[in-house]
């Protein structure tokens, strides 16, 4: 209960995730397959085995187990719960019907591991990141389509829509803004940089280099703001309002931290200097693995590998709450908890 402070609201039975191996199947949409109920469902991907379990509110036990062809370790579903993504340890994703429940294509999207998956809140585009530092950008409606070409006999194959390899290192955390006139993916890697892309100009927007590698990245819900989980606990507030993102790569702008403060290449500008560096919070003592925004802006969530959750007034930047529900376990997803807390903030 993140307003109450009071533990632990509902528990699930064998749901160990990796990061960014869970999401919600909403429930309430006409197209929805699981059920015409207005619950979300929760699917985790086991790190163990290939299988995906997928539970509903109230029930410890999973409401389906599937089985499927190799252990997922990224996974999402579109905002109206009509299919499901996975992004597969060897580089594959597979697409599946919620509704039939079938599976409708296998394809190779990258060459190893996929750590992320993400579809955009207007359904169009679904965004892989992998441990070989690419993003692919796969338009969802042409996935689809194409699926259901191929299972007709089609020997057309599935392409990205759009491919960014500004990443020397694995991608950690992903997170999409904007919608279908201006959709952007910010990324972070172990190389210690947050890159922002604009999808539909195809131009890299910004590039922001750290002092430690970066496990998890949000942004807040008017997205100009940006805060950057460490490996060394620490979570970076980037401030969008101050950087200049330009829409072409004439003006565009790297940025790199580092003690001094903030150092800033441009096209215009060749060298410029601004001593103020870029705010962070501390009191995690191990690798911040999930972070969450709420729908307020005033509310941070963060879950780190030192097993506990972090919950932070974004306004006076104080840690308003400490909680180890589980004292032996490092944490690994926090954001699809807080899509509840948004809707209580809706109701209220």
Known sequence: DLRGGGGVVTSFKNCIADPGAICTIKGGSSFSGLSASSVDYIAVSNPKKAAINIYSWGKSQPYVQCHIQEIATAICSDMYGAYLFAGCKSGQMMCWDLRSGEILSTWVAHYTSIRRVEVSNCSSIVVSASDDGTI?????????DLCLEV?????????????YSAHTMPIKGMTLLGYQASMRVVTCSLDKKIVIYDVYTNTTCLKAIFSSSLESVVCNCT???????????????????ERAIALTAA?????????EGISAISASDSFHENKKG?????????????LAMSIDNTTLVSASSDCSVRIWDTITRQCLRESKPFHKSPLSNVSHLVRLFRLLLYVS
Request: charged fraction near 15%; charge should be negative.
């Open 223 to 241: 997205e100009d703001t940006i805060f950057a989980g460490a490996s060394n606990g620490r979570i970076f507030i980037v401030d969008l309002t």
């Open 136 to 144: 692919k950008v796969w338009d969802l409606h042409s996935v689809v």
């Open 151 to 163: 299972a007709y006999g089609s020997n057309e194959m599935i392409k990205a829509f759009r491919s």
């Open 278 to 290: 870029y705010m962070s919070l501390e009191g995690h003592t191990s690798a911040v693995t999930a």
């Open 251 to 259: 003006h565009s702008q790297i940025a790199s931290v580092g003690i």
